[in-house]
């Protein structure tokens, strides 16, 4: 294990009793909340996001409550983000405990807020700190299918390497606020499962390794017993061919049956 995890083994034996349960539930019901408020005066969401020069100005409020904004303006679209946001939160809960989970919500929180205030004019958005959790879950559980559109089954594995592809996207040519918000929210992600990743590339490696000394033991196994020194044809890449030696030719070289009858002799 990385040195991260040895520290939180020791925070975990210490203060794990203090860990709080069912925080995804929780952060659900205040964007249920913050959506049906908002849906006669849409304006009112306006005073609940994270703007750090707002913050500065003495509305501290907007570092807690842009956790309660609401991912998704349609209200279908945000029942099955909050139904999927509460199976990964609480998959992860059970997994790993409610200390574990609350210290993984708490560094991705604190570094959004961090790379919020390197931007002070800028809004920063909860969507990428909720996306660490979907990030966090498809490593562990990579098979775990979803249907799309409730028809397509896809393994979601392939839905977070899209998520990491789409991140690489928004590092190359998003704006400086959206590049922040990926960087923060990756970082609870990388002190997680850093000893995971390394440990996958090894065994990795390892594999690539086996699997390419097979390769060469299959390809020496199969060397031709045949050859014809004309044309090259192998009794493995023709095995209906027939071979003769000549025994006037030096070091008696085989020839297939077409060029057999008409060569010159080697001396």
């Known amino acids: 294990a990385n040195s991260f995890m040895k520290i939180l083994d020791k925070l975990e034996r210490k203060f794990g009793r203090y860990g709080v349960p069912n925080v995804t539930l929780g952060l659900i019901f205040l964007q249920v909340i913050a959506f049906i408020f908002s849906i006669s005066r849409w304006e009112i969401l306006q005073g609940l996001y994270l703007v750090p020069e707002l913050v500065l100005q003495g509305q501290v409020w907007r570092l807690v409550t842009f956790l309660a904004v609401p991912p998704i303006t349609n209200p279908v679209f945000a029942f099955f983000f909050w139904y999927l946001f509460y199976l990964m939160g609480s998959a992860l809960e059970s997994d790993w405990g409610a200390f574990r989970y609350n210290i993984y919500l708490l560094i991705g929180y604190i570094a959004t807020v961090g790379a919020a205030f390197l931007i002070p004019s800028a809004v920063a958005t909860n969507l990428f700190l909720q996306g660490s959790v979907f990030l ?29 592809l789409g991140y690489l996207w928004t590092l190359i040519t998003g704006e400086w606020i959206s ?14 499962f850093a000893s995971d ?3 996958r590339i090894k065994t990795g490696k390892r594999h690539m390794e086996f699997q390419a000394k097979k390769s060469a033991e299959r390809v020496k196994q199969k060397e031709p017993f045949h050859r ?11 095995p209906d061919m027939d071979f003769r030696y000549c025994p006037q030719c030096k070091d ?13 002799h080697i001396s």
């Open 136 to 164: 966090a879950f498809a490593w562990l559980y990579p098979d775990f299918v979803l249907y799309i559109l409730f028809v397509i089954p896809v393994k979601i594995k392939w839905l977070a390497l899209l998520t990491w």
């Open 228 to 238: 014809c020194v004309v044309c090259g044809v192998t009794d493995i890449s023709n």
């Open 252 to 264: 008696t070289p085989g020839y297939c049956s077409e060029h057999l009858p008409n060569h010159q």
């Open 179 to 192: 590049k922040l918000m990926v960087i923060a929210s990756i970082c609870n992600f990388l002190l997680f």
């Open 197 to 199: 990743i390394r440990d």
